[in-house]
């Protein structure tokens, strides 16, 4: 079936974020600063986890992997979304929408579960400080990254699979500026309710499992911290997970208005907004948070820069 698919229909036509001509270099502009912001504060806050050891802990490993993957799916997704603004017929091949569609569900699928690992990670820190260094043990970080990119693995391959039934029909407009199940689910000669629920399905484990982990993670760090006596030690406790309450807020928020939903409900260009938030801010504003409501990345980053400037 899907070798019939790649013969009957070898590109698509990506329909954009907007048909409106006075708007595409506006937005050019504006998302093209987006993704610099995002390519710059990412791989810089990956680089400053690297160059400083008393980061090198199992909270800013998981930070360092959270920030290779907001660049990595950002670059899948934004150059050609750029492309799109400049271009009169934004095309993308069948393997090369198929291929954007894959790497697109692994890292917001590893991004899911990497948030709930890290969720874990501070429910240790606060429930169980004393058991910190053997409850995280390097063994134990590496069979949860294992889990996260497995899970990445899940995601795409369930997705793509669904797409392997399907038939698509002689018009190859995608209304979206990317290649996403949906959109791509209207094109089909033979979609049904059984791929539509599939979908639900699998985003559903994709966004549902972790946010109960989260949950559950952040009562008992809630009551540990209503235990604490001191207001200056609740404050440092709640002061260690703020940063990733935000991200994960920014995260779970956009994703469940994008997917959660009834399945009969597809209105398309109010989801290329939703997607446009998810794909193009939350990345951007992931180094940002990090940076500025983080103590140790502040002081990691003014030894790194007081380095580079004194040598």
Do not use: W
């Not at 934004?78 to 090369?96: D, E, Q």
């Not at 990317?178 to 966004?207: A, K, Q």
């Amino acid at each position: 079936m899907a070798a019939d698919n790649a013969s009957s229909v070898t590109e698509f036509v990506l329909a954009g974020l907007t048909d409106e001509p006075e708007l595409q270099m506006s937005l050019f502009f504006l998302f093209l600063g987006f993704y610099v912001v995002t390519v710059v504060g990412n791989l810089g806050l990956l680089t400053l986890i690297g160059l400083n050891s008393h980061l090198h802990i199992p909270m800013y490993f998981f930070l360092l992997n959270l920030s290779f993957i907001y660049f990595s799916y950002s670059t899948t997704l934004t150059p050609k979304m750029l492309m799109g603004f400049v271009s009169k017929k934004n095309i993308i091949s069948y393997a090369g929408c198929m291929t954007q569609f894959f790497l697109f569900c692994f890292f917001v699928f590893s991004e899911s579960y990497i948030l709930s690992a890290m969720a874990y990670d501070r429910y240790v820190a606060i429930c169980k400080p004393l058991l910190y260094t053997v409850t995280m043990s390097p063994q134990v970080f590496f069979l949860l990254l294992l889990g996260v990119y497995g899970m990445g693995v899940f995601g795409a391959v369930a997705h793509m699979g669904n797409l392997m039934f399907i038939t698509f029909c002689a018009d190859n407009l995608v209304n979206h500026y990317m290649c996403d199940i949906i959109p791509l689910l209207e094109l089909s000669c033979n979609s049904s309710y059984i791929n539509l629920l599939v979908v639900f399905i699998v985003v559903t484990i994709g966004i549902g499992v972790p946010i109960v982990t989260i949950f559950i993670s952040y009562g008992f760090i809630l009551s540990s911290i209503l235990h604490i006596s001191s207001t200056e030690g609740r404050s440092k406790a709640f002061s260690t997970c703020n940063s990733h309450i935000i991200v994960v807020s920014l995260f779970f928020g956009s994703r469940a208005f994008m997917y959660l939903k009834p399945l009969s409900i597809l209105p398309l260009d109010q989801e290329k907004v939703s997607s446009v938030f998810y794909t193009a801010v939350v990345p951007m504003f992931n180094p940002l948070i990090y940076n500025l409501r983080n103590k140790d990345v502040k002081i990691a980053l003014k030894r790194t820069l007081g380095r580079k400037i004194f040598s």
